[in-house]
């Protein structure tokens, strides 16, 4: 999703130079139809986007109890220590100190593993969403002539009219489809 995206400011100089170059007369760039739409914004307002981003929260707040868990036994662990050092010798107080460190390395890396367990379920997630996102703008964008549907977040979008943005008819128009094809899954 994000290397599609990223081609769009491409697209858009590409689109521009055209015109310019071509010397398009002013009722031949009348034709031309834009429009914006906010992405983020679809995924959190239809209804299998916040499906999936309830998903995503509940496997995210699993993830987080676990490391605050091991949290918590890292900071008994080294108040444990910090009580008992003066009392030990010299070898065991660094044997308990390589222990701490491990421990340490070993949250670090839960922690690591647990963000790209969470990116990857994120990605798993919203990549049925956005392939059918696609098509539900691919067939505005057929249906209402538009010549380019442009993510409004992306950078060189600096400002558009809000009768460009079709963002919430496109939430609509997505909705529509996941309704009928959940019917049609029922029968």
């Known amino acids: 999703m994000k290397g599609r ?7 858009l100089i590409f689109l521009w130079t055209t015109v310019l170059c071509c010397n398009v007369t002013a009722e031949e760039t009348a034709q031309v139809k834009i429009a ?8 959190r307002k239809s209804v299998a986007g916040q499906k999936a981003m309830k998903k995503l929260n509940k496997k995210f707040e699993n993830l987080q109890k676990k490391l605050r868990a091991k949290q918590d036994k890292l900071k008994a662990f080294k108040e444990d220590l910090g009580e008992k050092v003066p ?3 010299e070898d065991a107080k660094a044997e308990k100190e390589r222990e701490y460190k491990k ?8 922690s690591d593993d647990a ?13 049925p969403v956005l ?3 696609e098509k539900v703008v691919t067939r505005i964008g057929e249906k209402g ?5 442009l993510e409004k977040n992306m950078p060189g979008i600096y400002f558009n009219a809000s009768e460009v943005d079709i963002t919430d008819e496109v939430i609509k128009a997505y909705d529509n489809k996941i309704k009928s094809k959940d019917k049609k899954d029922k029968k």
Request: hydrophobic residues 45%; proline residues 2%; without cysteine.
């Open 103 to 110: 421990a340490i390395r070993d949250f670090k890396d839960q």
């Open 131 to 133: 392939k059918e996102l």
């Open 115 to 127: 963000q790209f367990e969470m990116r990857q379920a994120e990605s798993k997630s919203m990549e």
């Open 36 to 43: 914006v739409i906010n992405m983020q914004k679809v995924v």
């Open 145 to 149: 002539g538009y010549t380019l549907i």
């Open 5 to 11: 995206l990223s081609l769009i400011p491409v697209l």
């Open 87 to 89: 009392l030990m010798n």
